[in-house]
């Protein structure tokens, strides 16, 4: 694959006295790189019916008590609207832990009919949210992914490295953790109607 450029050169002349010429000249550049792939993502799913019956997964790592605590409030908020919560908590990556975790996110995708993987507030844990959602979208069932402000543009790179680039994702408030649980639990209730409106769910 090669360009094309024209370029105005300027050429200069010295025979006693100094003059330029303006002259334009086609300059072929060769780029030896592949033309870029067709971006073919993996399909995105939402419910299109009411909540009441469904089983609606939650899953968390254990590491961020603010995450754990908007767990709880949309646990209630859950059984209130007639779904049953799911909540899954994920350990870690490697070694005999991580094969555990990879049979558990499985057996729980297996359980739910929709769900929702956090908390995307750190790198390894962005990481990890996003590969469990990923997990659940492969088996056609509607996933959103949580993360912090500060991380949602790495949560949409790694989703679209894994060939999920319209993975639904909720965006919460950066900094969540540390600040008081009341405040984190008003904003959990806060972004319940948003969490039902990526999931496509009606009451």
Request: charge should be negative; proline fraction near 5%; hydrophobic fraction near 40%.
């Given at each position: 694959m090669s360009a094309h450029i024209v370029a105005e050169i300027t050429q200069l002349q010295d025979r006693g006295t100094s003059m330029s010429v303006a002259t334009r000249e086609l300059i072929r550049v060769r780029r030896p790189t592949a033309p870029p792939r067709d971006i073919v993502d993996a399909p995105a799913f939402t419910l299109g019916r009411p909540l009441a019956g469904l089983r609606v997964g939650l899953r968390h790592e254990g590491s961020w008590r603010s995450w754990m605590w908007i767990v709880e409030e949309w646990?209630?908020?859950?059984?209130?609207?007639?779904?049953?919560?799911?909540?899954l908590e994920a350990g870690g990556r490697v070694g005999d832990e991580g094969v555990k975790t990879k049979a558990d996110v499985a057996?729980?995708?297996?359980?739910?009919?929709?769900?929702?993987?956090?908390?995307?507030?750190?790198?390894?844990?962005?990481?990890?949210?996003?590969?469990?959602?990923?997990?659940?979208?492969?088996?056609?069932?509607?996933?959103?992914?949580a993360v912090c402000e500060e991380f949602q543009h790495?949560?949409?790179?790694?989703?679209?490295?894994?060939?999920?680039?319209?993975?639904?994702?909720?965006?919460?408030?950066?900094?969540l953790e540390g600040r008081p649980e009341a405040e984190i639990r008003a904003i959990g209730r806060d972004h319940y109607e948003r969490f039902l409106t990526l999931l496509g769910a009606t009451r």
């Open positions: 646990t209630e908020l859950l059984r209130a609207d007639g779904a049953e919560p799911v909540v057996a729980w995708v297996a359980d739910i009919d929709c769900g929702i993987s956090g908390l995307g507030t750190c790198g390894s844990c962005t990481s990890n949210s996003v590969h469990d959602a990923v997990t659940l979208e492969n088996d056609a069932k509607p996933a959103i992914v790495h949560g949409r790179n790694m989703a679209s490295f894994l060939g999920h680039g319209n993975l639904k994702m909720l965006v919460l408030p950066y900094p």
